[in-house]
């Protein structure tokens, strides 16, 4: 899938909720510490039944008319994964709060929309998470949050890294289409001299544009905005414009689109100077290395932190972050 969803291959999968964690606490009730926080035995317990209740869960978790050995196995690998969630959770909730990145509840809708017209359904969706992270349609929540969270603080670390100017300057040249645009507006008419006859009117009277827009124009969606369009690359509009023709905010021009001859009104030009996007330009710059950086970054953070497992579940694997089996492996009743 693109990068605006990944729940298979996250840089640290998603907690299925954010559990509340206690001061420090090394008892044996502490299922995993990381730094002054404590996962504790009954919040994984209870995030691993909250999850195994789903049935796309269990359906990923146990292999169907597998042995209670099978099973055993399962539960375990599944607990194991379920507590890595939980402390990569954490690592990325610190790391953010240290970038002073936020995820507002209006940013997790739109990015939970986006993942339901890409997978085709919500069903599919949560069909999805739970077979990639253990993650129940009740959590999907949460785990959209946390998506969105590392994948803006991917842009944040990307943002902090060296560049040249020279650099930038290109990275912005290559998307100069974003970062100059013309607002425009149209009357799109399927004769040429019926545009031409239009193109006079509204340069003696500029006032008479949405008017004419709603009276003629064939675009249906244009025309019932006085022909505003809105914003667009400048790039294309200069493109398309005839030999001679300026491409400045106050030109009227005739230009021919498809099976449309389109009377255009350039209103107004938008650009944001480099200097201004700088953070946006190099999280571009940088954007096909931005989970390799989170992921670094994330490693930092654990040994920093310092993480401590229950032996009884595992040990905490800073490489790959996740808790890996140990020779006494967790039983199915944890």
Excluded at 18 to 26: F, N
Excluded at 54 to 72: C, I, K, L, M, P
Excluded at 213 to 219: G, R, W
Excluded at 254 to 267: D, E, K, M, R
Aim: charged share 15%.
């Amino acid at each position: 899938m693109s990068r605006r969803f990944r729940v298979a291959s996250l840089a640290v999968a998603a907690l299925i909720a954010v559990p509340a964690l206690s001061a420090c606490d090394t008892s044996p009730g502490a299922a995993a510490v990381i730094g002054d926080k404590t996962i504790t035995t009954g919040t994984l317990q209870s995030e691993v039944n909250k999850a195994l209740a789903d049935s796309n869960v269990q359906a990923a978790v146990y292999t169907t008319g597998s042995t209670a050995t099978a099973r055993t196995t399962a539960r375990a690998a599944f607990v194991r994964q379920t507590l890595a969630r939980l402390v990569g959770d954490q690592l990325v909730l610190d790391l953010a709060a240290s970038h002073h990145v936020t995820v507002t509840q209006q940013e997790v809708a739109d990015e939970q929309a986006s993942f339901v017209q890409q997978t085709g359904s919500l069903a599919s969706l949560q069909q999805q998470a739970a077979q990639a992270v253990g993650v129940g349609a009740s959590g999907l929540g949460p785990l959209i949050r946390i998506t969105v969270m590392q994948q803006k603080l991917g842009d944040a670390i990307a943002a902090e890294q060296p560049a040249t100017q020279a650099q930038l300057q290109a990275e912005y040249q290559k998307d100069i289409d974003t970062y100059d645009q013309l607002q425009v507006a149209q009357i799109a008419v399927a004769k040429k001299a019926l545009a031409n006859k239009l193109l006079h009117k509204v340069q003696a009277q500029p006032s008479k544009f949405a008017a004419l827009a709603s009276h003629y124009s064939i675009d249906s969606t244009s025309k019932a905005n006085g022909g505003l369009v809105g914003f667009v690359p400048r790039s294309q509009v200069v493109g398309l414009l005839p030999k001679g023709a300026s491409g400045k905010p106050g030109t009227f021009a005739v230009i021919h689109s498809g099976a449309q001859f389109v009377v255009l009104h350039i209103i107004q030009r938008q650009v944001q100077p480099l200097s201004q996007v700088v953070d946006k330009v190099k999280a571009s710059l940088y954007g096909a290395q931005a989970q390799e950086l989170l992921g670094k970054a994330l490693q930092r953070e654990a040994t920093n932190l310092g993480i401590h497992v229950n032996p009884r579940y595992g040990k905490w694997d800073n490489t790959t972050q996740s808790v890996v089996a140990t020779k006494s492996p967790i039983s199915a009743g944890s």
